[in-house]
């Protein structure tokens, strides 16, 4: 995808504003432009400038596309989560400080493997944005509960027809119910006539 292009596509999440810096709040990105912070479960020692040592967590830095595959995602930028000092304290030197925080993906919108934004996905992206930015926290609970719920009726649905296949009704064989992909047990169980003498 050409520069221009993406800054077209982008230019639709416009009205959700941008942060102090000039920059979209929302944006398409490649998940090999953004980065995370991996903890690798070693510890490293420590010496402040007035002598105390201290243990500090060793970090690695990936790429979203290490998690995702070389894939298209909405991001949203994020303030930095803790001031330089801190961020030196926890981190050290060996990565920079974000000053100007960093985009982070949104995972409910990581498009498929070689599938690249373009007008019909940026508008309804936007669409379900503002949706989604729109709904307070009840109309999330709702949405939840409601979503559960579709579920549940789906696996009850499922359940039922199993059962209804494998105790079948008078007259019918076991395994022919047309919507469950169990494998067919009247066949094994053919019924044939005693022969007449």
């Given at each position: 995808m050409t520069e221009r292009a993406l800054r077209r596509l982008n230019h639709q999440f416009e009205h959700f504003g941008r942060n102090p810096h000039g920059q979209l709040n929302f944006r398409w990105c490649n998940a090999k432009e953004l980065y995370y912070l991996y903890e690798t479960g070693q510890m490293e020692e420590v010496q402040t400038q007035g002598g105390i040592y201290y243990a500090r967590a060793v970090y690695e830095r990936h790429l979203f596309a290490d998690r995702y595959g070389p894939v298209w995602l909405l991001a949203k930028w994020e303030p930095p989560a803790c001031d330089a000092e801190e961020w030196s304290r926890r981190f050290g030197t060996a990565f920079p400080w974000p000053r100007q925080g960093q985009y982070l993906p949104i995972e409910s919108a990581v498009l498929p493997e070689g599938v690249e934004p373009n007008e019909q996905l940026t508008e309804y992206t936007a669409w379900k944005l503002t949706r989604h930015?729109?709904?307070?926290?009840?109309?999330?609970?709702?949405?939840?509960?409601?979503?559960?719920?579709?579920?549940?009726?789906?696996?009850?649905?499922?359940?039922?027809?199993q059962v209804d296949d494998a105790l079948p009704t008078f007259g019918q064989l076991p395994g022919q119910k047309m919507n469950v992909s169990f494998p067919t047990v009247g066949a094994r169980a053919s019924v044939t006539a005693p022969a007449s003498a």
């Open positions: 930015l729109g709904m307070k926290y009840d109309d999330h609970l709702e949405d939840i509960h409601r979503q559960r719920r579709m579920q549940e009726r789906g696996e009850k649905s499922q359940w039922s027809d």
